[in-house]
């Protein structure tokens, strides 16, 4: 029988470096990953694309997919709702990939709650003052906005510790391979796992059976 592939959640602060993490892992391993495209209802941004950043939807199409059940999950993030397709998803673990979630932290637990075999892992940054400083480098963001995101991360840190492991971005180079061994070393134990269990279940069988 061919193992499915994992599904693989990746979660982190704002300005973290979870988007390149993912991007790499992408560019690096395309045979091993598949990135799930989520549906939003945030404007576009300038330089995002319809079915490449996001599927951009109203909140009326978004809430006619709640109701016919089209999501994994979904959350609302800064008034706007956000959720991951499931047919694309689950077509994809089908084939074998490993599908990431770059989702944030209620949708995480869902996913966990639904899939207990799931992988969620919580990219961290060295220390906060490093984070903080990254944001106001990039430049993009006024005073007020990075300070906002901080007081979210507050709140998100309280949701680091449901997930397996949080992998440090203090050099992007070796966060984006630990990230993948991990991934990886998860896919092999689960695959022993399950060899082991499937033995295990036929040999009880035949136990029984000569009882
Ligand atoms: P942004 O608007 O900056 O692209 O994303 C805001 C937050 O929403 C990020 O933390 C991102 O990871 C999260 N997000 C993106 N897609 C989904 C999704 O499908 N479900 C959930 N729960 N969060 C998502």
Same mark, same amino acid.
């Given at each position: 029988?061919?193992?499915?592939?994992?599904?693989?959640?990746?979660?982190?602060?704002?300005?973290?470096?979870?988007?390149?993490?993912?991007?790499?892992?992408?560019?690096?391993?395309?045979?091993?990953?598949?990135?799930?495209?989520?549906?939003?209802?945030?404007? /576009?941004?300038?330089?995002?694309?319809?079915?490449?950043?996001?599927?951009?939807?109203?909140?009326?199409?978004?809430?006619?997919?709640?109701?016919?059940?089209?999501?994994?999950?979904?959350?609302?993030?800064?008034?706007?709702?956000?959720?991951?397709?499931?047919?694309?998803?689950?077509?994809? &673990?089908?084939?074998?990939?490993?599908?990431?979630?770059?989702?944030?932290?209620?949708?995480?637990?869902?996913?966990?709650?639904?899939?207990?075999?799931?992988?969620?892992?919580?990219?961290?940054?060295?220390?906060?003052?490093?984070?903080?400083?990254?944001?106001?480098?990039?430049?993009?963001?006024?005073?007020?906005?990075?300070?906002?995101? /901080?007081?979210?991360?507050?709140?998100?840190?309280?949701?680091?510790?449901?997930?397996?492991?949080?992998?440090?971005?203090?050099?992007?180079?070796?966060?984006?391979?630990?990230?993948?061994?991990?991934?990886?070393?998860?896919?092999?134990? &689960?695959?022993?796992?399950?060899?082991?269990?499937?033995?295990?279940?036929?040999?009880?069988?035949?136990?029984?059976?000569?009882?």
């Amino acid at each position: 029988m061919q193992n499915k592939g994992l599904l693989i959640v990746i979660s982190g602060f704002s300005g973290v470096g979870k988007g390149t993490v993912v991007s790499e892992l992408l560019k690096r391993y395309p045979d091993l990953y598949s990135l799930s495209i989520s549906t939003t209802t945030r404007a /576009m941004r300038p330089g995002e694309e319809e079915g490449v950043h996001y599927f951009y939807r109203t909140r009326e199409a978004f809430e006619n997919m709640i109701a016919s059940d089209s999501l994994l999950e979904f959350a609302e993030y800064n008034g706007n709702y956000y959720g991951t397709p499931k047919d694309y998803v689950l077509s994809e &673990m089908e084939s074998g990939k490993n599908v990431i979630l770059e989702i944030e932290v209620q949708g995480a637990l869902k996913i966990r709650q639904k899939f207990p075999e799931a992988f969620l892992i919580f990219i961290l940054p060295p220390d906060a003052r490093s984070l903080y400083e990254r944001l106001i480098k990039r430049g993009t963001e006024t005073e007020d906005v990075i300070r906002n995101r /901080m007081k979210r991360a507050l709140v998100e840190a309280e949701y680091a510790p449901y997930y397996h492991v949080c992998p440090v971005n203090d050099d992007l180079e070796k966060c984006i391979e630990e990230t993948h061994s991990l991934i990886i070393n998860k896919q092999k134990e &689960m695959e022993e796992r399950r060899r082991l269990l499937s033995s295990i279940t036929e040999e009880l069988a035949l136990i029984v059976e000569n009882k």
